[in-house]
């Protein structure tokens, strides 16, 4: 006969439901903090992958930095051409 089994009282069935729904409580809390922990690891790896492609986003704002100032100097040229016709228009009506 073991002794062991006579030392322990038994538990009530409320007991170990109380006991079970505590367990079950902090495994809830548990998994909680860890699915926040996965997300904020995500988050930074995809700030750290946007990071990493920092360099591409940087070359492509370059290149449209440069499509915008060609446009600029076209725009200008064609404001520049206009004013020079115009000024000719009025000089040969002055002559007239």
């Known amino acids: 006969m073991n002794t062991h089994d006579n030392d322990r009282p038994s538990r009530t069935s409320e007991e170990l ?3 079970l729904e505590a367990l079950l409580a902090e495994a809830e809390e548990t998994v909680g903090r860890l699915r926040r922990e996965m997300k904020l690891r995500r988050e930074n790896a ?20 440069s499509e915008v100032r060609a446009f600029f100097n076209d725009v200008l040229h064609q404001l520049v051409s206009r004013n020079h ?6 000089k040969a009506g002055d002559h007239a």
């Open 85 to 90: 016709g115009a000024e000719g228009e009025h």
């Open 17 to 19: 439901d109380r006991e």
């Open 46 to 65: 995809a700030q750290h992958a946007e990071i990493d492609h920092l360099v591409d986003h940087m070359a492509d704002a370059q290149v449209r930095w």
